[in-house]
């Protein structure tokens, strides 16, 4: 399985993309958030992913930068479905609040012509807390991250007999997520910038975490791999070296600072 960092900001950045995470394996391509826009398109372009092979998106939560990339996404499937090249169905999957909001807007600005695959061959799929279902053949468990900002869900997927990924969408570890998140192969964990940079972007204030507290709490949870996105931009030419730096003080294991389009193998 390959992990692609298709966005690796946060909310407000203007030299990279925002969060958008690409899973592949066996041509098919499991899409987690998808930005704040159409760049989603550029990305997938620069990637060299075929929206074709998209299967199955997930939303973790409705804010601008994770939400309003889907719409596009759902349009470019629609779009190639339209075109007799998309063959079989698409799903977009996350709690019923996200799913009852995509439903409405794209039902509302996607012309007739493409939306008409909406439930017919694109599906609209609500997952409560605890859930389970499958990406890419693999199992998966849905989870409430408890966000104290917008309804929120992270998931875990075990492949390769019983390794684990888990994704805790953009806001810090809670302990309630302790038994989704300990012993991960991979944690996927927003760090919106250094702790000695907190005085300056004030990540609290924003529900957000540094590079020190991701770093921290993965330590505790006994994760392998750690990987930190949704951060600022202001020195990305610096930022792999510079976060690397300050968490590998506080973290054992291996810690990827990717930049936009970086790829990993799991």
Not at 69 to 86: K, N, T, V
Not at 214 to 228: H, K, P
Not at 248 to 257: A, D, E, I, N
Request: with cysteine; glycine share 8%.
């Amino acid at each position: 399985m390959r992990l692609t960092m298709l966005g690796t900001g946060g909310a407000l950045v203007t030299d990279c993309y925002n969060t958008c995470i690409a899973l592949e394996e066996n041509g098919s391509v499991f899409i987690t958030d998808c930005g704040g826009g159409n760049g989603i398109l550029r990305q997938l372009e620069a990637a060299r992913i075929d929206a074709g092979s998209i299967r199955q998106v997930f939303i973790t939560h409705r804010h601008l930068d994770h939400f309003t990339g889907a719409l596009w996404l759902m349009r470019l499937i629609a779009y190639q479905m339209r075109h007799g090249r998309y063959e079989g169905d698409a799903s977009f999957y996350g709690h019923d609040e996200v799913i009852a909001l995509l439903r409405s807007i794209s039902m509302s600005l996607i012309d007739a012509k493409e939306s008409r695959f909406i439930d017919e061959r694109i599906h609209l799929v609500s997952l409560a807390d605890g859930e389970e279902f499958e990406v890419m053949g693999h199992p998966a468990v849905c989870f409430d991250i408890h966000s104290t900002k917008a309804r929120q869900s992270g998931y875990s997927l075990f492949y390769d007999e019983g390794r684990k990924l888990t994704c805790l969408g953009d806001e810090p570890y809670r302990e309630c997520e302790r038994q989704y998140a300990e012993g991960s192969d991979w944690l996927l964990h927003e760090a919106f910038c250094l702790w000695s940079d907190r005085e300056l972007y004030r990540p609290y204030e924003k529900h957000h975490s540094t590079v020190r507290d991701a770093c921290e709490a993965a330590e505790t949870l006994g994760v392998r791999n750690l990987l930190l996105y949704h951060t600022e931009d202001n020195d990305l030419a610096h930022r792999k070296e510079r976060y690397t730096e300050e968490g590998r003080r506080y973290f054992s294991g291996r810690l990827l600072v990717p930049d936009d389009l970086e790829s990993f193998e799991l």
